[in-house]
């Protein structure tokens, strides 16, 4: 089956600008997750979805970042007034439940850059 | 909050060999779990393998295992017969239940022909 897909692959921006990123999870899942990736660096959580509802928001890095998933599937990264520190690979994962701990299968990513 | 280390920036291998990394990681939970990931230059994140912290024994997944030191707080991946296609970061990660996961910094592994 499918797996996790993200779009647009790659996207680049001027600062101000408004961008949002795409997650589409595996079908079923029920947990979806937002991390953000610098650089050389590990991925770091955003944003965490249990269904429709943000269960978890505690790494959104300011009001300037905000999430959407309306029907519980497609999820939506909506980033306003774009700053250079923005520019990172921004990575979506899915997982069957939050019940109980399972895997987490992620996107290729979309990488945006801000200049 | 939970911290995860790892404290080999790079790393190489030759081909054929073992290789192992390093993890540790810092919490005061007692149900956990623990992940290696790899990622290509193809920026897809690939599960290796994961290991729940209430389980003694070491998970294992065809030529990668892992040495699990609950006592330690301590994770290391072991990969035997190393092949080019390892070649990618590889990045520790530690999750609680209900809760996100947490990434270190990454290990940039070189399989070397």
């Known amino acids: 089956g499918a797996g996790v897909s993200q779009t647009p692959s790659n996207k680049v921006t001027e600062k101000g600008k408004y961008v949002e990123l795409r997650c589409d999870p595996i079908?079923?899942?029920?947990?979806l997750y937002w991390y953000r990736q610098s650089l050389g660096q590990g991925p770091e959580f955003l944003i965490y979805?249990?269904?429709?509802?943000?269960?978890?928001d505690s790494g959104l890095p300011n009001d300037r970042f905000f999430a959407v998933r309306p029907e519980g599937s497609v999820s939506t990264l909506k980033i306003q007034r774009t700053e250079r520190g923005d520019s990172a690979v921004y990575l979506c994962?899915?997982?069957?439940?939050?019940?109980?701990?399972?895997?987490?299968?992620f996107g290729p990513g979309t990488r945006l850059l801000v200049l | 909050a939970q911290t995860v280390t790892q404290s080999q920036p790079e790393m190489s291998v030759q081909e054929a060999e073992t290789v192992t990394l390093s993890c540790t990681y810092d919490?005061?939970?007692?149900?956990?779990?623990l992940f290696w990931y790899k990622q290509p230059p193809s920026r897809q994140m690939i599960l290796v393998i994961r290991q729940e912290a209430y389980k003694q024994q070491n998970a294992t997944e065809n030529r990668f295992s892992v040495n699990f030191q609950k006592a330690a707080k301590s994770f290391s991946l072991k990969i035997s017969d190393s092949q080019l296609g390892d070649t990618a970061m590889y990045f520790c990660a530690f999750m609680k239940p209900h809760g996100d996961m947490r990434f270190g910094a990454g290990t940039r592994l070189t399989v070397k022909p």
């Open positions: 919490t005061s939970e007692n149900n956990y779990y």
């Open positions: 979805f249990q269904g429709t509802g943000a269960a978890d």
């Open positions: 079908s079923g899942h029920t947990a």
């Open positions: 994962a899915s997982s069957p439940t939050s019940g109980r701990v399972e895997t987490q299968y």
